[in-house]
């Protein structure tokens, strides 16, 4: 069965370093997402991808998040200069959506992002 | 600014009984409504989902029941087994988009 898969599981970092999360969403999906959940508290929206662009995103998603989609199968989340605050597990999701397609996201297990 | 609304943290049922897990929203402009179950250290993963023109959708022991005039939904579990202990979480999308927004979650708890 088809599914999302991220990289790193977990990964540790130094406060003002920079993170790469990496995810390779179901190879027929047309949308792609990041969501974030802190430790205890509740799965947040940070941005979608359709179509090469950031088609909607969140107040959480500032100037220090990119996306990118370098080629037919990646799809990354950049960190420019975590913060403490950062530190919570990122989930990539895709989904075919549109028309009469029920909304269904498809979740990858989460990179755990640690901010030291 | 809360959309969605999982007003129970937690909900304990003996295996067998039935499980009502309930989510609030305010936003008229949803028209899917979705439950998502999530294990420790997992994605979440669909459930059951439920368009805004409808009131019920049933699935095996799964059923989702929607009051548009109350804004209210509830997810019913007939009967609660103990594999269904985890975390279940109310989503649900804006016509004017894709993103899925999420409630905190409620976690049910299935005793045998």
């Known amino acids: 069965e088809p599914e999302v898969t991220q990289t790193p599981s977990h990964q540790v970092t130094q406060m003002g370093q920079e993170v790469i999360l990496r995810c390779v969403p179901i190879?027929?999906?047309?949308?792609f997402y990041w969501y974030r959940q802190i430790l205890g508290q509740k799965v947040e929206f940070l941005v979608s991808?359709?179509?090469?662009?950031?088609?909607?995103k969140s107040e959480i998603f500032d100037d220090q998040f990119s996306v990118e989609r370098p080629d037919g199968s990646n799809f990354t989340l950049k960190i420019r200069s975590t913060k403490l605050e950062d530190s919570a597990m990122y989930f990539c999701?895709?989904?075919?959506?549109?028309?009469?397609?029920?909304?269904?996201?498809?979740f990858g297990e989460g990179s755990r992002l640690t901010v030291l | 600014d809360q959309q969605v609304k999982q007003n129970s943290p937690s909900l304990s049922v003996q295996e067998g009984r039935i499980s009502i897990l309930n989510c609030d929203y305010t936003?008229?402009?949803?028209?899917?409504f979705l439950w998502y179950k999530k294990y420790p250290a997992e994605g979440p993963t669909f459930l059951i989902s439920?368009?805004?023109?409808?009131d019920k959708n049933e699935d095996g022991r799964f059923t989702v029941f929607l009051n548009k005039s109350a804004k209210h939904l509830s997810l019913h579990i007939v009967p609660s087994q103990p594999g269904d202990s985890a975390v279940y979480f109310c989503?649900?999308?804006?016509?004017?988009?894709?993103?899925?927004?999420f409630g905190k979650g409620t976690t049910l708890s299935v005793s045998s």
């Open positions: 936003n008229s402009m949803f028209d899917y």
């Open positions: 989503a649900a999308r804006n016509q004017a988009g894709t993103a899925l927004i």
């Open positions: 190879s027929n999906h047309l949308y």
């Open positions: 999701a895709s989904g075919l959506a549109g028309g009469t397609n029920t909304g269904e996201l498809f």
């Open positions: 439920i368009s805004s023109i409808k």
């Open positions: 991808f359709y179509n090469n662009e950031i088609s909607e």
